[in-house]
């Protein structure tokens, strides 16, 4: 077998290189990361947050349900729900674009399993600290803005680093509804071309980039916010 | 309701396009399950062996592997398996993508498994291995019979979790076409022009597998935990 690296020189059809169209791609990819990642964070805390509220069963069920749901349908049905049964039903959301339906759909499958490493943390907390926030005069909001939720965070970035990661390689999966994404250009240009290893080694060798500068990033995030002093085990993760 | 209607779905369609793609999506899972844990040992075997010629490329296997997203996985594997693998399995040549998404999971699965299992064997005191050298065991013996076991059972719920996620990815295979349970109902909804409530019903169907395997895995872990 002969290598042909010339090819990601060589003109699309459209006037760029394959080289200039997989460095778009790559910019899509860290995009419906990067603002999927802002959407399970956000929602991810508020739900995990409502899971392990005392004297709120309702809350706590409903937040379990939210759970529950995004977890146990795949991501890959969930964007097709998105893309097509939600703009349906819901008039309103024809005019989104699919970038944006797809960030919905990526950041809410996530921010399940954000909000369950987040109760994980919250709950991995002595019960001293809670009683220690109410001794204090503190009401839940406080004790949760003030004691609970900047300990529980710091707990959780191990597995919220394998979440975040996780995030990345499942952008991948925007490719289904022709979001002009790394995958999407693999497929396309492997099709034009031929030059499959070429194109696939190079869109792999991105994505364990991109994923590798993420966990660096959440490294330096991670030593930034240590306490001095202070050990806590990390929780463990799961899934891909 | 909200412009859907459901009215299409009867049992001839479900038998006549749902459960060809279900039975595969389970046969995926099943192999991918076995054969992970099998290759996942022995990878995390490789890794604890504390010599490096097995340590290193097990390392670099696992790692690039977990880099790597699935979906560019499964397409690496439909690329790279060669025609003439096909014909060796007979009527292989019509189930291409099916064939090339069983290689796939088992060698991306293996991976996975080989950190759960290589946890469950760190998770197993020193005690026990000592104890097992002081009996005369070989290393081989002492594993098979002592700390595999042990190791395996306390991974049991997250070899299960693990499984669960691994079912809801099988709908990957999407990207190579391979027929599986989501385009079971895909097929189905393009034909009666009824796409939308076809996803809709993969969406429940997943739904309640996945849920009922958890919660099942749930009750199982309590049930564990009081044994040990």
């Known amino acids: ?240 | 309701m909200f412009g859907l209607d459901l009215s299409f779905v009867n049992w001839d369609i479900i038998s006549r396009f749902v459960i060809k793609g279900f039975i595969f999506s389970v046969q995926l899972t099943v192999v991918a399950t076995l054969g992970g844990i099998i290759f996942g040992t022995l990878l995390a075997l490789m890794r604890l062996s504390g010599k490096a010629i097995l340590t290193v490329p097990a390392t670099i296997y696992v790692n690039g592997m977990r880099s790597v997203p699935l979906v560019m996985v499964i397409l690496w594997f439909f690329l790279l398996v060669p025609a003439s693998f096909y014909s060796l399995i007979p009527g292989g040549s019509n189930y291409r993508a099916e064939i090339s998404a069983v290689i796939t999971f088992v060698a991306f699965e293996a991976a996975y498994f080989s950190e759960i299992m290589r946890a469950g064997i760190q998770s197993i005191s020193r005690g026990q291995v000592n104890a097992g050298r002081a009996l005369g065991m070989t290393y081989a013996q002492n594993m098979r019979l002592i700390i595999l076991p042990q190791a395996f059972r306390n991974m049991v719920p997250i070899l299960l979790t693990q499984t669960i996620i691994l079912f809801q990815d099988t709908s990957l295979v999407y990207a190579i076409g391979a027929y599986d349970l989501l385009k079971g109902f895909t097929t189905a909804g393009k034909l009666y022009g009824r796409t939308e409530e076809a996803y809709l019903l993969a969406a429940v169907v997943y739904f309640v597998i996945c849920f009922g395997l958890s919660f099942m895995v749930k009750r199982l872990n309590s049930r564990i935990a009081i044994i040990r």
């Open chain 1, 1 to 240: 077998m002969t290598w042909d690296w010339q090819v990601f020189l060589k003109d699309d059809g459209s006037g760029r290189t394959y080289l200039e169209w997989m460095l778009d791609a790559w910019g899509w990819t860290l995009s419906v990361a990067g603002a999927s990642w802002v959407v399970a964070m956000v929602v991810g805390a508020f739900v995990g947050t409502l899971r392990t509220l005392p004297y709120s069963p309702w809350l706590v069920r409903l937040a379990n349900a939210w759970v529950e749901l995004f977890r146990n349908v795949p991501l890959l049905v969930q964007i097709f729900i998105w893309y097509f049964v939600i703009p349906k039903i819901f008039p309103v959301m024809k005019d989104l674009s699919s970038f944006v339906l797809v960030v919905f759909a990526l950041g809410f499958f996530t921010s399940a399993r954000i909000a369950e490493q987040v109760r994980a943390g919250v709950q991995a907390l002595p019960r001293g600290q809670r009683y220690a926030g109410m001794a204090m005069g503190f009401t839940t909001a406080q004790t949760y803005r003030y004691v609970i939720l900047p300990m529980a965070f710091r707990i959780i970035i191990p597995p919220l680093t394998s979440e975040s990661m996780n995030l990345l390689k499942n952008s991948s999966v925007a490719f289904a509804v022709s979001i002009a994404e790394l995958t999407m250009f693999a497929m396309q240009a492997q099709e034009e071309t031929s030059r499959g290893i070429e194109i696939y080694l190079a869109v792999t060798a991105l994505y364990a980039i991109s994923a590798f500068a993420v966990n660096r990033i959440m490294a330096v995030v991670e030593k930034k916010l240590q306490i001095p002093g202070l050990v806590v085990a990390g929780a463990t993760g799961g899934g891909h």
